[in-house]
C-alpha cells in the first residue's frame, strides 16, 4: 500500500501540489438482523480505495478511486490537483497548516474475540433466541434484533513524511421490541435506542450485554407502556439514564465545539454554532460540576472516537471543552488551529471511507464522572422524572434550542421510583441546561456510549462518536413540551 | 481491480473534468462472469447488481471555495440461494478471483442460517418502460465550470455584504441487475444540485435546486434569491409559541411529507408500525389531498425497477384523503394475496419495500396568493432537524431555518426568530387550506419528490430559539 501512497503523492508534487496526504482504505463489514423470529438482513461487503488531499495554488483539492494500479492512482492524483486549481479560482487567500510532525507508526485497537472468526451460527442463534424470548411476552407485536461488525484498516501518508497504519476492530449490538394497541405503538430497546451499544471493541462486546436477561425485560415494558399515564407537562427535576445523556452531549456539546462550524463552514447545510470564538474560556456552559472532554486516546476506553492518528496524521489527544463549567476548547484541525489561537490541531479530522474527505468530527465527547452514587441520587430526589433510552431527538442549526424523548420515563416521588410514564419527553436552551445540572454519578455508574450514525458533510459522511456519561440530575427543565397540544 | 473510468479514446481521466462511466456491456460482462462462477460455485440461483459512480462536489462558505472533492467507485453485490436460504455479500474488487470469493463468502452465510419460508425463487426476464434521465451537459461539468459559478455567486453576496455558503455538484450513475433466470435490467442517470445560504449578520436565507438536468436552474438566480431573503430576515423578532396558519415553501412541505413515506409498504403494516394500520380506506386526510408513487414522472429521478428487477408499477396511494393503496414488495404480495407493484428493496432485508418516488397533487394557488389571502400567519422557507415523536399520530418535531417571515394583512411585514414545531402530519393534511402547483422539491431531510406549496391552519409552534 505504501508504494501507492507514494505514487500518488509524487504524481501530486509533479502537478504543482505543495501539500498531499493520501489514505488507502480497506474497509469489512458484517451486518446480521432478525425480525419476528426471521433472519432479516445476512449480508458481508468490503471496500478498499484511495482518497488524495491536495494543496495546489494555495487551495484544497480532493480525488478517490478504486482502481489501485500505478495508473489508476495518478490519474486519481493529477485529478485532486486539477480540483485544487479550479479551487484557487474562487479563494480569499491561502490554506494555511499547523505545523505537525512526522510519524511513521503503525497501531491495532485492541480486542479479544474477533467477531468475524466467531461462528456466524453462534452470532444467529443468539439474536434468534432473544427475538423468541421478546416475542413470549404478550402485546408485544414486532420483535427485532441487530449485530454489526466492521473491521477499517487504513495506511496513511502525507508529503511531510508521515506513515501511519492503522486496524480498528469495531462490534455494535441491539434488540428492540414493539407494541402496537390501540391508538399507540410503543418501544422498548436494550442496551439502546437505533442498534444498541457499540465500540471499538471485539466480540466481547456483545456478550457482555447479556440479551437474554434483558429481552424479556423490555418487552414487558413495551406492553405495559400502554396502559401507563402520559408524562405530564411541566417545569420540574429530570433525571437522565446515561445513554440518553450520551446523546444529548452529542447534540447539544460535540456538535457546537466543531470549530468548521463555528466558522461558518458548515452554514448551508450542518448549520453554525452558538459558541463563536469570543465565548472561549468565557462562557458558563455549565454548571461549576460539569467537565466534558474530546479524548480520542485509547487511556479514555474503547469508544468510537478512539484512535492512534487522526486522518490527518495528528495524534490522539485529550482536549478539555468544559472545565469546572467554563467552555474551554474547540474541535480543531491543522487549518483551523491558528484561529484559535493555537499552534497545533487538536487532531480530530476523520472520514468515513476512502472516498471521503476528512472533515472535523467528534472524538469521545465525554461527561467526566461525579460524586453520586446512583441509588442515593434517586434517593435525594424528592419529585422529578427519570427518563431513558432515546427515542427522538432534535436541535437547532445554532445548538441553541433542543428537544428529546425517550422510550420510557419514571416518576420519582420521595425518593423512590414510584410509577412508570409514557410518552416522555423534554426541551431546553443548552447552556440553561447544562448550567441547572446538580448531580453527576460516579465512575462505576459510567458507560461509554457510541453514536454510530452522526452524519456531517457533503457529500454526507457517517461517523461513529463515543461518549461517556453516567446519570445526571438537572433542575427546573421543560418536561413533557412534545405532548403539549397535541 | 476495476478499470479506471475512460474518456472516448481510452485515455483515463486526469483533469478536473467528468469521469464517464463504463459502457453498459462492460457491467453486463460483470454480471456474466458472476452468474457463470456462482453456477459453478453451487449457487442455485444468483443475483448480480453492479452499481458505478463519478460524482463531484465543490462546496463554499465564508465566500470560497473550501472543499472540492470528486469521487469514482464501482461495486459489485451478489445475492446467492441455497436451498432455501439467501444471503448478500458485495465488494468494489472486480478480478475475477474477488468475484468468486464473494460469491464463496454469500454462499457460507447462506448456507449457515435457518430456512427462509417466504423467500421466493427469483423473477425472471421482465420487461421496462424506457426513461431518459442521463444528460450530457450535466455529466459534462467540470470543477472549473463549477469554481466560476460559485465565484459569481460569492461576487453577488459580497455585493450585498453577505456571506454566502453551499455547494454545486454533478454526477453520474449507473446500475444494471442481472440474475440467473435471465432477467437483466439496466439504468443511468445524471444529477446536478446547487444549494445556498446568504448570511447577513445573524439572519440567513436559502435557496435550492436539483435536476437531472444541470441547464434546469440558474445558480445565480438562486443566489439572488438568497440574498434578497436573507435580508428581508434581518431584525427578526420574537413571537409567542402558539398555532399559527403557516405557508410551507415546497422544501418545507417535502421535509416534513417525506417522513410519510415509508407508512405506505406493506410489511410495514404487516409489522403494525405503520400510522396507517388500521386507517386503510378511511377519510385520514383532507379531500384535497392526493398522493402517488410514479417513477415516470417528467419530474422524477431514479431506476425503473426495484431491487429484485420487477419493474415499478405507478400506485394511487391517497384519493381525496382517503389511503386507497399500498407497495408491495414480492414477498409481501405473497402474503397478503396481492401483486408486486415493483417497491421492493434488495434482498435480503426486513424492511420489505417502499414508494421513493411520491407525488402529491397540486392546486393553482401562487405563493402570492397564499400570502395576500392570509390575515395572520407565517412563511416557512426550510425546516430542520425533523424527528418523529409519535409514530402512530405522525407527531413530527423540528425547527424553522433560514427564513421564517410573519404575514400580516396579506403581506410579509417582517422576518421571525425561528420555532420549534410538535406537528401531528395527519392533522395538518387535514388543514390544507390552498394547495401550489406540484413541483421537483428539494430539502435536507428527505429525499426529493413532487410536491406543491401549503397553506396550512392550526400549525403548532411550541417553542422559540434565540435567533
Redesign the interface.
Known amino acids: 500500500m505504501w508504494d501507492l501512497s507514494t505514487n500518488a503523492l509524487d504524481t501530486a508534487k509533479l502537478r504543482g501540489a505543495t501539500y498531499g496526504d493520501v489514505r488507502v482504505m480497506h474497509l469489512r463489514q458484517r451486518d446480521l ?4 423470529g ?12 484511495l482518497g488524495i488531499r491536495v494543496l495546489a495554488n494555495g ?11 500505478r ?2 492512482v ?2 486519481c492524483a ?3 490537483v ?6 484557487a ?5 491561502d490554506v494555511v497548516l499547523a505545523p505537525e510532525k512526522a510519524y511513521v507508526d503503525s497501531w491495532q485497537s485492541p480486542f479479544r474475540k474477533d467477531p468475524f472468526e466467531i ?3 453462534t452470532q ?1 442463534a443468539l439474536l ?1 433466541a432473544a427475538d423468541a424470548e421478546m416475542r413470549l411476552v404478550k402485546g408485544v ?2 420483535t ?1 434484533t441487530d449485530m454489526q461488525f466492521r473491521k477499517v484498516e487504513s495506511w496513511f501518508a502525507s508529503s511531510i513524511g508521515s506513515r501511519i497504519h492503522q486496524h480498528k476492530v469495531i462490534s455494535g449490538c441491539g434488540i428492540a421490541a ?1 407494541s ?1 394497541q390501540g ?3 410503543q418501544k422498548r430497546s436494550y442496551p439502546n435506542g437505533f442498534g444498541g451499544q457499540h465500540s471499538l471493541q471485539g466480540y466481547e462486546l456483545v456478550e457482555s450485554l447479556d440479551l437474554m436477561r434483558n429481552a424479556p425485560l423490555i418487552a414487558e415494558e413495551a406492553a405495559a407502556l400502554h396502559s401507563v399515564s402520559q408524562c405530564p407537562e411541566k417545569v420540574g427535576t429530570l433525571i437522565l439514564g446515561g445513554s440518553q445523556l450520551g446523546l444529548q452531549i452529542h447534540e447539544s456539546i460535540g456538535h457546537p465545539i466543531e470549530l468548521d462550524r463555528v ?7 450542518a ?1 453554525t454554532s ?1 459558541l463563536t470564538l469570543d465565548q472561549l474560556n468565557h462562557l458558563k456552559y455549565a454548571s461549576s460540576i460539569v467537565n466534558v472532554v474530546a479524548d480520542a486516546r485509547l487511556d479514555h476506553g474503547q469508544g468510537l472516537g478512539t484512535f492512534a492518528y487522526d486522518d490527518e496524521g495528528v495524534p490522539a489527544q485529550c482536549t478539555d471543552i468544559i472545565k469546572d463549567g467554563i467552555f474551554s476548547g474547540y474541535l480543531s484541525n491543522r487549518e483551523t488551529a491558528h484561529l484559535v489561537g493555537l499552534d497545533r490541531s487538536s487532531g480530530t479530522m476523520r472520514t468515513e471511507s476512502w ?3 476528512p ?1 472535523i468530527r467528534m472524538t469521545n465527547v465525554s461527561l467526566l464522572p461525579g460524586t453520586w452514587n446512583y441509588d442515593d441520587l434517586i434517593s435525594d430526589t424528592h419529585d422529578g422524572i427519570l427518563m431513558e433510552t432515546n ?8 445548538r ?2 433542543f ?1 428529546f ?1 425517550t422510550e420510557i420515563g419514571w416518576e420519582i416521588k420521595g425518593g423512590k421510583k414510584v410509577r412508570m410514564l409514557k ?1 416522555p ?1 423534554y ?1 431546553g ?1 443548552s447552556t440553561e441546561f447544562w448550567n441547572s445540572c446538580d448531580a453527576i454519578c460516579r465512575f462505576d455508574h459510567w458507560t461509554l456510549w457510541g453514536t454510530p450514525n452522526c452524519g456531517k458533510g ?2 454526507m459522511q457517517t461517523t461513529g462518536t463515543g461518549h461517556g456519561a453516567a446519570p445526571a440530575r438537572f433542575r427546573n427543565v ?1 418536561i413533557g ?6 | ?4 473510468a475512460k474518456n472516448k479514446k481510452g485515455s ?5 473534468g467528468a469521469a464517464e462511466l463504463l459502457h453498459e456491456r462492460e457491467l453486463r460482462r460483470i454480471v456474466d462472469t458472476v452468474l457463470r462462477l456462482a453456477k459453478s460455485t453451487g449457487a442455485e440461483e444468483a443475483e448480480v447488481h453492479v452499481d458505478e459512480v463519478a ?21 459489485v ?1 451478489i445475492r446467492t440461494v441455497v436451498d432455501g436460504r ?8 472486480i478480478q475475477e478471483d474477488s468475484l468468486r470469493s ?1 460469491i464463496e ?2 454462499l ?3 448456507h ?3 430456512k ?3 423467500l421466493l425463487p427469483m423473477p425472471g426476464k421482465q420487461s421496462y418502460r424506457a426513461v431518459n434521465r442521463f444528460i450530457k451537459q450535466t455529466a459534462a461539468l ?3 465550470e ?3 459559478a ?2 459569481r455567486a ?1 461576487d453577488l453576496a459580497v455585493k450585498k455584504g453577505q ?1 454566502a ?3 454545486y ?1 454533478n454526477g453520474q450513475s449507473q446500475s444494471v441487475l442481472g440474475n440467473s433466470r435471465g432477467l437483466f435490467a439496466a439504468y443511468r442517470e445524471t444529477h446536478s444540485e446547487f ?3 446568504a ?1 447577513e449578520g445573524p439572519a ?1 436565507s ?1 435557496a435550492k435546486a436539483n435536476s437531472a438536468d444541470v441547464r434546469a436552474f440558474d445558480p445565480q438566480k438562486l443566489t439572488a434569491r438568497a440574498c434578497q431573503k436573507a435580508h428581508l430576515a434581518v431584525n427578526s423578532r420574537e413571537l409567542a409559541p402558539g ?1 399559527y396558519t403557516v405557508i410551507l415553501e415546497p422544501a418545507a412541505v417535502l421535509d416534513l411529507v417525506g417522513f410519510l413515506f415509508y407508512d405506505f409498504a406493506a410489511t410495514a403494516l404487516e ?3 405503520s400510522c396507517l ?1 388500521e386507517r386503510m380506506a378511511k377519510q385520514l386526510f383532507g379531500q384535497n389531498i392526493s398522493i402517488s408513487d410514479d417513477v415516470y414522472h417528467p419530474l422524477q429521478q431514479g431506476a425503473p425497477f426495484d431491487g429484485e428487477g420487477l419493474p415499478r408499477q405507478p400506485v394511487l396511494l391517497v384519493d381525496c384523503g382517503i389511503p386507497k393503496n399500498l407497495v408491495y414488495s414480492r414477498a409481501a404480495a405473497q402474503a397478503a394475496g396481492k401483486r408486486p407493484t415493483g417497491h421492493g428493496f434488495a434482498l ?3 424492511y420489505g419495500e417502499a414508494p421513493m418516488n411520491l407525488v402529491f397533487g397540486g392546486g393553482d394557488s401562487s405563493m402570492d396568493k397564499m400570502v395576500t389571502s392570509t390575515g395572520r400567519g407565517l412563511l416557512v422557507t426550510r425546516l ?10 405522525k ?1 413530527m ?3 424553522t ?2 427564513g421564517l417571515f410573519l404575514v400580516e394583512n396579506g403581506r410579509v411585514t417582517g422576518a421571525a426568530r ?1 420555532f ?1 414545531f ?1 406537528q ?1 402530519l395527519i392533522e395538518m393534511l387535514k388543514k390544507v387550506e390552498l394547495l401550489g402547483p406540484a413541483v421537483r422539491a428539494t430539502g ?1 431531510e428527505a429525499f426529493e419528490m413532487v410536491v406543491p406549496a401549503m397553506k396550512v391552519r392550526d400549525f ?1 409552534f ?6
Open positions: 438482523t432478525t425480525k419476528n426471521q433472519v432479516g438482513t445476512l449480508a458481508h461487503s468490503e471496500s478498499l480505495g487551495a484544497w483539492g480532493f480525488a478517490s478511486t478504486d482502481r489501485l494500479t495508473e489508476g495518478a490519474a493529477a485529478q485532486a486539477s480540483i485544487a486549481k479550479a479551487s479560482l474562487a479563494k480569499r487567500g461462528p456466524l451460527e444467529l434468534l407485536t414486532l427485532e414493539t402496537f391508538q399507540e405503538i466558522l461558518g463552514q458548515e452554514a448551508n447545510f448549520g452558538f472516498n471521503r474527505l472533515i427515542r427522538s431527538w432534535s436541535i437547532d442549526d445554532r441553541y434550542q428537544q424523548s410518552n419527553s426541551s436552551i457533503q457529500p421543560h413540551t412534545a405532548f403539549s397540544n397535541q | 481491480m476495476k478499470p479506471a483515463t481521466a486526469s483533469s478536473a460524482d463531484a462536489l465543490t462546496r463554499f462558505a465564508n465566500n470560497a471555495i473550501h472543499q472540492n472533492v470528486a469521487e469514482h467507485g464501482l461495486t453485490s439467501t444471503a448478500r455479500a458485495t465488494t468494489n474488487r464473494a463468502v454469500s457460507s452465510l447462506a449457515r442460517q435457518p427462509d419460508p417466504r467540470s470543477a472549473e463549477r469554481a466560476r460559485v465565484r460569492c456571506v455558503a453551499g455547494i455538484s444549494s445556498i445560504t448570511q440567513a436559502w398555532r409489522d403494525k408500525r394500520n435480503p432485508n426486513e430542520w432537524y425533523i424527528r418523529e415523536v409519535d409514530p402512530y399520530e407527531v418535531t423540528g425547527m431555518r433560514d425561528n420549534r410538535n401531528s435536507e403548532c411550541s417553542e422559540v430559539t434565540k435567533f
